[in-house]
C-alpha cells in the first residue's frame, strides 16, 4: 500500500510507527456527538476544505492539507495534524507534529473503521472518533510510510524487527494486530497488504500470495505483486501485467493493464497505454482510458488527474467538482 494523502497528492502512501511515550493527547474540552458525514477534500489557491455529495462548500478552504472525511476529516495546519468534525470545528486539535526536514512525512492517518494511527515522540498507535486511545503507541519507527497500516477488515498491519531462527540474522518482518492491539499473526512476512474479505496479500520467498486469518496461504505465492480483495476479485500482476484473481487463484480478469487498483463500489481503475479508466467486475468498461490517473470510487465519486488537476468524477465519467 503506499505518501501524504493516499488519492489527494499524486504519487501517494501510508503507514506508521512507534516508542513508549506519555499518553497526552489534545482534544477539545467537549467531546460533541460524531456526525458521519461524508466529504471530500478540494483545493483552492493553496488551501484545503471539503465539499458535499451535492458539490456545495461545507468546510471552507482554509488547512494546509485535507484527506478522507470518515466521520472526522485529517486536516494539517501550521506543521501539525489533527481532526475535524464537518462544520470545520477541532474535535481531536492538531498535536501531531510533521517533521518539517520530511516533505512527505505523515503524523496522523485517517480513520478506518472507526480508529485512526497517529505519531507521538515517534512512535505509533492507534484513537478512537473521540480522541482516545484504543491502542497506546507501541509501534517503533519514524518512517510514515511503512511501519503500521491502517484497520481493514478487522486488522492492521505492522512492522518489527525480527531475528532468522535460522541464519540468527535480524531483518524487518510484517505481522497483523486485531482491534485491541493483540498480536493476531506475528510478523514473518517480508511484505504484506491489508486484509480484504478474510485474505491479504503476503510475500514468501519473493512472491505473492494470498493468506488466510490464521496465516495460511489460501492463494500460492506466484505473483510478482497483488491488492485487496473486494467484490470477490483482487488485483495481481504477473510477468510484468496486472489482471484480477477470484479467490482460488484464478484469472477472472486477464493480465493485460499496466497497473490495476482495487475494487471498490463496483468498480476498479486500471490503466492502459492510453491512461487509466474503469472496469466492471465483468472486465468491460464502464468508463474508457482517458485519465492521466484515477483512484477508487468512495459513495459515487473518484477522483482523477487530468492536465495535473485533481477532478471528481461520477460512475458515467461526467465531471462532478469542480
Known amino acids: 500500500m503506499t505518501p501524504k494523502s493516499l488519492l489527494l497528492t499524486v504519487g501517494l502512501a501510508f ?8 499518553l497526552v493527547l489534545g482534544l477539545a474540552d467537549a467531546k460533541p456527538q460524531i456526525q458521519f458525514t461524508e466529504l471530500y477534500p478540494f483545493e483552492s489557491n493553496g488551501k484545503w476544505g ?4 451535492t458539490g456545495r462548500e461545507i468546510v471552507a478552504p482554509r488547512f494546509d ?5 470518515h466521520g472526522l476529516g485529517l486536516v494539517e495546519l501550521d506543521g501539525m495534524a489533527g481532526y475535524i468534525n464537518d462544520q470545520g470545528e477541532f474535535v ?29 515522540n515517534g512512535a505509533w498507535g492507534y484513537i478512537n472518533l473521540q480522541g482516545d486511545w484504543q491502542i497506546v503507541p507501541k509501534f517503533i519507527g519514524e518512517d510514515g510510510f511503512d511501519t503500521v497500516g491502517d484497520f481493514s477488515d478487522g486488522r492492521a498491519w505492522f512492522r ?32 504484506v497488504n491489508d486484509f480484504g474479505e ?39 500482476k504477473k510477468d510484468g501485467l496486472w489482471g484480477y484473481l477470484n479467490r482460488r487463484g484464478q484469472w477472472h480478469i486477464e493480465p493485460t493493464f499496466v497497473q490495476a487498483d482495487n475494487f471498490l463500489d463496483g468498480v476498479a481503475p486500471v490503466q492502459t497505454e492510453d491512461g487509466w479508466g474503469y472496469l466492471d467486475p465483468y472486465g468491460q468498461w464502464i468508463i474508457p482510458p482517458r485519465f492521466d490517473r484515477a483512484f477508487a470510487f468512495e459513495n459515487g465519486l473518484a477522483r482523477v488527474v487530468v492536465d495535473g488537476e485533481i477532478l471528481y468524477i461520477d460512475h458515467s465519467g461526467n465531471q462532478f467538482f469542480p
Open 92 to 120: 481531536i486539535k492538531p498535536t501531531y507534529t510533521l517533521d518539517p526536514n520530511e516533505p512527505n512525512d505523515v503524523a496522523a492517518r485517517p480513520f478506518w473503521e472507526g480508529l485512526a494511527a497517529v505519531r507521538v
Open 160 to 191: 518489527r524487527a525480527v531475528v532468522s531462527p535460522e541464519s540468527g540474522e535480524g531483518y524487518e518482518a510484517y505481522g497483523f494486530i486485531d482491534a485491541t492491539g493483540e498480536v493476531a499473526l506475528e510478523p514473518k512476512w517480508l511484505a
Open 65 to 69: 492539507h485535507a484527506d478522507y472525511f
Open 50 to 53: 471539503y465539499f458535499d455529495r
Open 15 to 22: 503507514v506508521l510507527a512507534a516508542v513508549s511515550v506519555p
Open 198 to 236: 478474510g485474505l491479504a496479500g503476503a510475500v514468501h520467498k519473493g512472491y505473492w500470495g494470498f493468506i488466510d486469518r490464521d496465516g495460511e496461504f489460501q492463494v500460492r505465492p506466484k505473483f510478482d505483486g497483488v491488492g485487496v480483495f473486494h467484490n470477490g476479485l483482487a488485483p495481481a
